[in-house]
T-cell receptor, first 115, second 108 residues
Framework: GAGVSQSPRYKVAKRGQDVALRCDPI?????LFWYQQALGQGPEFLTYFQNEAQLDKSGLPSDRFFAERPEGSVSTLKIQRTQQEDSAVYLC?????????????FGPGTRLTVT | TQLLEQSPQFLSIQEGENLTVYCNSSSVFSSLQWYRQEPGEGPVLLVT?????EVKKLKRLTFQFGDARKDSSLHITAAQPGDTGLYLC????????FGTGTSLTVIP
């Protein structure tokens, strides 16, 4: 498909489990963003890649969160030892170039529920 | 931390009514975007405004960027049920900051 895809769409994890969320950006898009969105709220920035370089990870809430994009395409957001407060929708977006007024194309998100 | 405050947070109106959503911040942004998000989907870009004072129209939607580039508004004329969704403003600075969101319901 031509859009951003994310998998899985839904993930239920028991507290303490590790999870890995995958993002496939639009082919050729240089920039990739991860966001966390609580129900009915706006997305909150987590981290940003330009190609394989992680240029900003200031939004990651704790050292249990880790993101990578080793080949400058697919990205994985990993959460270790999940806690209930990690329950949210995790959105991935890609953009042809970097920050600014370029359009970000969003995936459908992964809804993570930690029980 | 969300730098952009939107108001109102919730809005429920009848089909055909007009409405305005506000997006305010104390920070200056190089550009500001408006998105609409439907349940189970990611946000979709509606418009980007770059210049202070800029006004853009997209059919029944009118977007305005404040002169100081700190605030913006979205006005919808003659709302339709298809306009229902979560409206988000987003400002570009060192990061991309999304607003708190406005959930709009248009009742047929």
């Amino acid at each position: 498909g031509a859009g951003v895809s994310q998998s899985p769409r839904y993930k239920v994890a028991k507290r303490g489990q590790d999870v890995a969320l995958r993002c496939d950006p639009i082919s050729g898009h240089v920039s990739l963003f991860w966001y966390q969105q609580a129900l009915g709220q706006g997305p909150e920035f987590l981290t940003y890649f330009q190609n394989e370089a992680q240029l900003d990870k200031s939004g990651l809430p704790s050292d249990r969160f880790f993101a990578e994009r080793p080949e400058g395409s697919v990205s994985t957001l990993k959460i270790q030892r999940t806690q209930q407060e990690d329950s949210a929708v995790y959105l991935c977006a890609s953009s042809l170039v970097g920050l600014g007024f370029y359009e970000q194309y969003f995936g459908p998100g992964t809804r993570l529920t930690v029980t | 931390t969300q730098l952009l405050e939107q108001s109102p947070q919730f809005l429920s109106i009848q089909e055909g009514e007009n409405l305005t959503v506000y997006c305010n911040s104390s920070s200056v942004f190089s550009s500001l975007q408006w998105y609409r998000q439907e349940p189970g989907e990611g946000p979709v870009l509606l418009v980007t405004v770059v210049t202070g004072g800029e006004v853009k129209k997209l059919k029944r939607l009118t977007f305005q960027f404040g002169d100081a580039r700190k605030d913006s508004s979205l006005h919808i004329t003659a709302a339709q049920p298809g306009d229902t969704g979560l409206y988000l403003c987003a400002g570009a600075g060192n990061q991309f900051y999304f607003g708190t969101g406005t959930s709009l319901t248009v009742i047929p």
